[in-house]
Every structure is written in structure tokens, then in C-alpha cells.
């Protein structure tokens, strides 16, 4: 009896050893695994990223004032320093198509065109003599395809980097046809970054990253943020210089091809998935896909875009020949839409100015001819 006693008592002194021996194994194991699981989630920067964004509570399109500027302070403060730059060290590229050279690019030209002639050039689709003379010989025809398919956006995407890297500058920054850009406002916040570091500025329009099966990373599932073109973007030089070889030479296309999405998330998969770097949120952009009105007067002038659209009741984005087309039969569709713009004190008639631009042009500039006295 007594040797049975000692034969379990060193049964369960052996098994207590064993299991303190396989414990610091199965913690290393268990800090192994969650180190793989995550790194095949999110990459290091993207990681940074959620932290420092707060992805959750992050609304574009329920932004305050008091949170807009709150978050330049934070997103910028810890990594700025001032440079002394101008107008002339950036390179500014709008993206149009022909149907829209009447009225977008209309509009573009009475208001901030006229403040960075120089600077600023329109891709497009096709030729006209009439635009090409109203920019001053600054309307491209890249000869991409027309329309909003993913092939013709890559396609103008890639001729405006081409474009920017042939001219040398210190910053490229993208805009839609359909914004406004407060050129003295997007200098005095690009002063605030180093000009030789790697930046990629811009605003998502989601609230959470963009997951995809990358089919060209061996079905590996990649998460990344991307800057919504149609609120504008910019990149700096020393980034750029990393984009050219997956931009240049056919490259953009063919990797929107691959991953079957549009320019400005292709742009961020090559910036985020495939040379690391990261998004920086800068909520000064702004563009159609957000609540105009929510930008406070006391913040309008603050801001570096702006955009315009038009909604119907179910919330909804209607064309602008659709919608254009309602409100000029009047009668009972006249209601139908809720024009998307922002709120501008004693602007001008809506019916002269329904997209808010020219009103905001006279704001900032009020020497303007056609502005009111």
C-alpha cells in the first residue's frame, strides 16, 4: 500500500512538471499563431492606421467642425514641420470626361482655375479646341476610354502621375471635375509636411479598410485604405518616385485589372498592400459622396475641396443630366431632388449658381467681376 502511495505520488509530481514544461511552449505557440493570423489581416501600417483613426467612430459623412479640426491636430501635429513652399511647387491634375467639359469644367474655370493657371491641368477623353484655349493649352486628351468604367478612370489615373512625374514637383495632387479647391488653403496644409518623406494624403469615403483576395499574392487576403479620388489627394515626391514602377508603363491598368477595381483604390492598394506606406487622413477633403451642409460656416473657408451632387428622397445619387433634366419640367418632379452643396451666406441666385461654387469663389475672392459688390 505504502509503495502504491509513493508510485502516485510521483505520478502526479511528474505530471505537474510536464505541464509546467508545456506551459511556456503553449503560450509561445499561442503568441505565434496570433502574430501570423494578424499580420495575413492587416499589415503593419494598416494596423497603425486603425489605431489611429478609430475606424469605428470615423464618419466622413457626419463630421463636425469641432472634430474636423480636432483630428488635423492630431494627424498632423505629431508629424509636421513647416516647409516653405508655394503654388508653383505643386502639380494639380482634375479628371473630366467630354460630356462634362460644358458645365463642370465651366465652373472650374470661372472660380479657382483662374488662381492656379500655371499649376493646374484637366485629363480628359477627347478633344476640344474651345477648352483647350480656355486652359491656356492645359486640356490633355489622354485617348483613354470614355465613360466610368474601371479601365478608362486607371487609364486617365496613370497619364496624370505620368504627367506629374515628368514635371519634377514637389507635390501632386488629384481633384474630380466636380470639386472646388481652395488653393491657399491646400498649400498652408501641405507646408505642414516634410517634403522629403513619403506622404499620401486624402480622405477615405468608408468607414472601415478595404479587404480583397488578392489573386496575385497567392489568394492572400489584403486590407488597405484608399483616399477617395472624388474628394481629392496628394502625394509627395519622395512617394511618388516608389509608385513609378508599378504605374508606369501600362503598369496602373494592369494591376486595376487584377484586383478589378477603380483608379483611386488602385492607387492605394500600390501605396498601402504593395510599397507599405500608409494613408493619412486629412478631412479638409471633401467630396460629393458627403453631406455638404454639415461643413459650418465658421469651417467653410477652412477647408481645401469641396463638391456638389444631387440626391433623390431615397438618398440615392442621380446623374446631372437626369436630375438637370427634372428640374427643368418643373411640375411635380421639380421636388424630386435634393440638390447636395454647401451652405453659402447671401451667395448668389440659386438659379445662376446651383452648384454653390460661384458663391464660395466670391467669398474668398470678392474682387471678382461678377461677384455682388
Not at 44 to 58: G, K, M, V
Not at 77 to 97: A, C, G, M
Not at 208 to 236: E, H, N
Amino acid at each position: 500500500m505504502t509503495q502504491a502511495r509513493e508510485n502516485m505520488g510521483l505520478y502526479f509530481r511528474y505530471k505537474i512538471s510536464v505541464s509546467f514544461l508545456l506551459l511556456p511552449i503553449i503560450v509561445f505557440i499561442i503568441i505565434i499563431y496570433t502574430l501570423y493570423y494578424t499580420n495575413n489581416k492587416l499589415s503593419p501600417h494598416t494596423r497603425h492606421l486603425l489605431i489611429e483613426r478609430q475606424p469605428s467612430s470615423f464618419r466622413p459623412q457626419e463630421l463636425s467642425s469641432d472634430s474636423i479640426g480636432q483630428q488635423t491636430v492630431t494627424m498632423v501635429s505629431t508629424r509636421s514641420r513647416i516647409q516653405n513652399i508655394t503654388l508653383e511647387d505643386i502639380f494639380i491634375t482634375v479628371k473630366t470626361t467630354r460630356a462634362f467639359h460644358r458645365t463642370r469644367l465651366s465652373i472650374i474655370i470661372k472660380t479657382w482655375f483662374q488662381l492656379a493657371k500655371n499649376q493646374t491641368w484637366f485629363f480628359s477623353d477627347a478633344d476640344d479646341d474651345e477648352y483647350h484655349m480656355l486652359t491656356n493649352g492645359h486640356l490633355i486628351n489622354t485617348n483613354c476610354p470614355e465613360g466610368h468604367d474601371p479601365d478608362g478612370l486607371s487609364c486617365k489615373m496613370a497619364k496624370e502621375f505620368e504627367a506629374y512625374i515628368k514635371s519634377q514637383k514637389s507635390w501632386w495632387c488629384h481633384f474630380d471635375d466636380d470639386n472646388y479647391v481652395n488653393t491657399e488653403q491646400l498649400v498652408q496644409i501641405l507646408a505642414q509636411y516634410d517634403i522629403d518623406q513619403d506622404w499620401y494624403l486624402g480622405k477615405p469615403s468608408t468607414t472601415y479598410p478595404l479587404s480583397i483576395i488578392d489573386r496575385g499574392r497567392v489568394m492572400k487576403q489584403t486590407t488597405f485604405w484608399f483616399a477617395t479620388g472624388g474628394a481629392g489627394l496628394c502625394i509627395s515626391k519622395s512617394l511618388g518616385l516608389k509608385i513609378i514602377p508599378y504605374a508606369s508603363n501600362g503598369n496602373f491598368i494592369r494591376i486595376s485589372r487584377k484586383i478589378g477595381l477603380p483608379d483611386d483604390v488602385t492607387l492605394g492598394y500600390i501605396i498601402e498592400a504593395l510599397i507599405q506606406n500608409y494613408l493619412i487622413v486629412v478631412p479638409q477633403f471633401h467630396s460629393h459622396l458627403e453631406v455638404m451642409k454639415h461643413i459650418s460656416k465658421e469651417d467653410l473657408y477652412k477647408q481645401i475641396s469641396y463638391g456638389y451632387g444631387r440626391w433623390d428622397q431615397r438618398g440615392g445619387e442621380v446623374g446631372e443630366e437626369e436630375g438637370d433634366g427634372e428640374q427643368r419640367e418643373g411640375g411635380a418632379k421639380a421636388g424630386r431632388y435634393i440638390d447636395n452643396v454647401i451652405q453659402v451666406e447671401d451667395g448668389l441666385d440659386k438659379s445662376i449658381d446651383p452648384t454653390r461654387f460661384l458663391s464660395l469663389h466670391c467669398k474668398l475672392q470678392p474682387s471678382v467681376s461678377y461677384c455682388p459688390n
